[in-house]
């Protein structure tokens, strides 16, 4: 048969009713009770050299269940909503202005007092009540042993309260690490030799956690990734009085390349060593091996017996495996962290033109609920919500 007859045999009757066909071609197809014409079909509407072929013998074909965006959505297994969102913000005082994060495009470290305030009630207005605060130190309040975290009065400790003041019902998140306030630019106090103190620094972290609590935080999050600090934040928050604090642990915090823009926002990268002190150049020897997944079982076994409220995984995308793994091993709530150099890689592609910005915002968030996260810490908090109301 040349393709010219084939093209004749799926031609429309004439009558407009089915045809059954005629040949039988297997034993299966004469003991099946009712099967429609297994021959040929009206072909109309394809184009000119569409091959002509008898429809297969498929009992089930997946693509009936996403024939209309009605159904589509009626059946789809996971949805993304504001109320998932977790809304990073950075602030400062060194003025009254917003300062933009150049490897950050549309995030500014705010300026305490009114533009903080207006910021998180854009956010509230499209659904968006959760936020952790992450503050920009000056220089000149910076030490070896980080002080500047457990000052009562301290731009993260005043951010809480005016917000919990302005915001009652806004769930306040706050970062548990030394970082921010460090001179040397990492989590823990560093020894002269180059370790980062586990134990000393936990003493640290305790005293800022309780400062958090006291200035009105809902939720501390250590990201300090310091062993133990958990169970010890947690005795000292119950000591203090602050039982219905909650505790978000970053439970499998990988040392990421990923975190880059973060540190130029907080200007709070490990720092060059000298002579006498050396500064390890990076966070490996507290912070994960990304090659590494079973050692998160580990850390998040030790969460929860040590009394976390919620486990975190970070960075996202990169990471969806282990945030499958703590949603199948942990009946706790699982976060997500889709970091600054997730947020710069999109927006750097959008601004290019070479990615549809919305299409893949909406697909990254879809697809850390897929992977088991109920909570997403994201700079896209308020854009993606804004997409997600339908706004363009
Ligand atoms: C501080 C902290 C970091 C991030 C959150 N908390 C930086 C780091 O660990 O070096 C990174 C967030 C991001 O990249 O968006 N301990």
Not at 12 to 31: D, F, H, K, M, Y
Not at 122 to 144: C, M
Not at 368 to 379: E, H, K, P, Q, S
Request: include cysteine; glycine fraction near 6%; proline fraction near 8%.
């Amino acid at each position: 048969m040349n393709t010219q007859q084939l093209r004749g045999l799926g031609r429309a009757p004439t009558t407009g009713c089915p045809r059954r066909s005629l040949v039988i071609r297997n034993v299966a197809e004469l003991t099946r009770p009712t099967v429609a014409a297994p021959a040929a079909r009206p072909r109309v509407g394809v184009p000119e050299g569409t091959p002509v072929v008898p429809p297969q013998d498929l009992p089930s074909r997946p693509r009936r269940n996403r024939r209309s965006e009605t159904f589509r959505s009626a059946i789809r297994e996971n949805i993304v909503s504001p109320a998932n969102f977790i809304l990073p913000i950075f602030v400062h005082e060194e003025g009254s202005t917003n300062i933009p994060i150049a490897s950050m495009p549309g995030i500014f470290r705010l300026a305490f007092g009114k533009n903080v305030i207006d910021y998180v009630a854009e956010a509230r207005s499209y659904g968006v009540n959760q936020v952790v605060i992450f503050p920009k130190t000056p220089d000149h309040l910076k030490t070896t042993t980080a002080e500047e975290a457990f000052n009562r009065n301290g731009l993260s400790q005043r951010t809480i309260r005016l917000l919990k003041d302005t915001f009652p019902d806004l769930e306040v998140y706050t970062d548990v690490a030394l970082d921010p306030y460090n001179s040397d630019g990492h989590d823990g106090i560093v020894s002269d030799a180059g370790v980062i103190l586990n134990d000393e620094t936990i003493e640290y972290l305790c005293r800022q956690a309780v400062s958090q609590a006291e200035a009105g935080a809902d939720v501390v999050s250590p990201s300090d990734m310091m062993d133990g600090r958990v169970g010890a934040i947690r005795r000292a928050l119950d000591r203090e009085g602050f039982t219905n604090v909650s505790i978000m642990s970053y439970t499998a915090k990988y040392a990421s390349a990923y975190y880059g823009p973060f540190r130029d926002a907080l200007a709070s990268a490990p720092k060059p060593g000298q002579a006498h002190r050396r500064i390890p150049p990076n966070k490996k020897t507290y912070q994960m091996d990304p090659a590494n997944y079973r050692e998160a079982v580990r850390e998040a076994r030790a969460d929860e017996a040590e009394g976390a409220d919620i486990m975190m995984v970070k960075p996202g995308m990169p990471y969806l495996d282990v945030v499958r793994l703590l949603r199948e091993t942990s009946p706790l709530p699982v976060a997500v962290y889709h970091v600054s150099g997730e947020y710069a890689m999109l927006k750097a592609a959008a601004e290019r033109g070479w990615l549809n910005e919305k299409d893949a915002v909406l697909e990254a968030m879809t697809c850390f609920r897929r992977a088991g996260a109920d909570l997403i810490l994201t700079y896209y908090g308020i854009e993606a919500s804004k997409w997600l109301a339908g706004e363009k």
